[in-house]
């Protein structure tokens, strides 16, 4: 028998946005505080990575996968699933429109940490649907404005064609 998931993640295309913001040596803690957004996952220069080596540089990390409603203290963690709604574009917007109103703490902090920001879109083409990888003006305009870098993995799965005598055989089992 074949699992819902296993059906869904074979026949439909997923889209993720996120935001990494990368720098030497800052404290991830105080991105959180001031931006007021729980990320996914934080790593501080020096941490010991996977690999057993250490970190060249601290990250903080923040996607639309799986996130719930969260509040406590000015701390936030929003709903921004699910994965498969739409586009790239509306994806991004969901973590744009959270950080609109924190452009001016964004700028401040690139500049205090000489930050790097990363908006990132995963998309995972099956059967041959691939989503829309568009953005809006107003998108593009705000990642100008915090000096942010964009750019899209695309990872394009091969079709996948059944064999009629397949089918029959699933029926009658």
Known sequence: ???IKEIYMKNFST????????????????????????PNSTTKKGDLL?????????????????QIEYDDVDQYRYKLGPLSEYG???QMKKIIDLLK????????LMEKYKLR?????????????CPSISLDVETMKFMVE??????VDLYANPYEIEDDDDEEDEEED
Not at 17 to 33: C, H, M, R, S, V
Request: charged share 25%; glycine share 6%; aromatic share 14%.
């Open 1 to 3: 028998m074949i699992m």
């Open 15 to 38: 889209v993720q946005a996120e935001l990494k913001i990368q720098g030497d040596g800052f404290d991830p803690q105080d991105i959180t505080n001031k931006l007021g957004i729980i």
């Open 50 to 66: 996977k690999t057993n080596k250490p970190c060249e540089f601290s990250f903080w990390y923040f996607n639309t996968e799986e």
């Open 88 to 90: 790239l574009e509306v």
């Open 101 to 108: 109103p924190k452009k001016d703490i964004l700028i401040s």
């Open 117 to 129: 920001y990363i908006f990132e879109g995963i998309v995972v083409a099956n059967n041959g649907y």
């Open 146 to 151: 915090i000096n942010a870098e964009f750019d």
